[in-house]
């Protein structure tokens, strides 16, 4: 007999960690060539490769948990760590930049006048579009938890109601920041204070649209039946990545845009 | 005496099945009627909220266009280390010909 008599999973060899690591090498030497030789061939390589390693990876792992079985209660259980460890080390990326926008805002030097915000930078209200921003992402928490519950339940259609509102809402916060990117009277290159409000953000909106797309990703998955209302770990992890993304936008909120003003 | 204790691992043992029935689920079971309250919370609390947040920007637009602020070539502004790696170098990504001055000034003044 050749079946395993454990249930772990022994994972089939794959190419995709080395396309991977590849298109991580193509990305950062492309990055080096696209701002001091103005050619931009190796980072459209890198960015090519790093999306089809994306996704056919992740096409993989469907079609491993989802259509072969292999994802049983122990697989899952070290899925859950994964997943958990991966936001644990995003909580310290997002650290460090709030770590430099406090150590310049707190003693602001001779430089920009020795308060915060600098000489000649006008902030943006945080009482008109910021809160509105902290409204939609604070809903979209509520709507995707309504969904992860409907999906316990068994209620499909709810589900899928209520995890568009969670996409749409995601889709609306990247528009209304896009836009306020271009209103802003204060721009990246406008000293420390463009510096640390353009780093925070935009990586948070990275985040953003990262979350939304694993987000739509999980709306096609229950849309072909993936889902089973004990066993949904894809939208889990998806669920837990957007909580993740909405409170590192609270921190954001309170330091940069009401306190930072 | 012996109807208690048999009664006590009847109970114990009510409480194990339900685990041995479903010994390849892996997912939490969420209790019934808690995906009631979310919907009524996502209906009745948090799209009204971002429905009175969008009207309130809608009104604090309306109090008018504030005149952007003067130019002040300050040094600690508009640095320009290194060009930007696209268009003439010179422009931020988002920039706004109304509103972002380059280091030189406004360019539609």
Known sequence: MTHQTHAYHMVNPSPWPLTGALSALLLTSGLVMWFHFNTSLLLLMGLTTNMLTMYQWWRDIVRESTFQGHHTPIVQKGLRYGMILFIVSEVFFFSGFFWAFYHSSLAPTPELGGYWPPAGITPLNPMEVPLLNTSVLLASGVSITWAHHSLMEGNRMHMMQALLITILLGLYFTFLQASEYYETPFTISDGVYGSTFFMATGFHGLHVIIGSTFLIVCYLRQLNYHFTSNHHFGFEAAAWYWHFVDVVWLFLYVSIYWWGS | ?109
């Open chain 2, 1 to 109: 005496m012996a109807t208690a204790a048999a009664a006590r691992v009847a109970g114990l043992l009510g409480r194990l099945r339900p685990q041995l029935a479903r010994p390849m689920s892996s997912g939490a079971h969420g209790e019934e009627g808690s995906a009631r309250l979310w919907k009524s919370l996502t209906y009745f609390v948090a799209l009204p909220g971002v429905a009175v947040s969008m009207l309130n920007v809608f009104l604090k637009s309306r109090h008018g266009e504030h005149e952007r602020p003067e130019f002040v070539a300050y040094p600690h502004l508009r640095i320009r280390t290194k060009p930007f790696p696209w268009g003439d170098g010179n422009h931020t990504l988002f920039h706004n010909r109304h509103l972002n001055p380059l280091p030189t000034g406004y360019e539609d003044e």
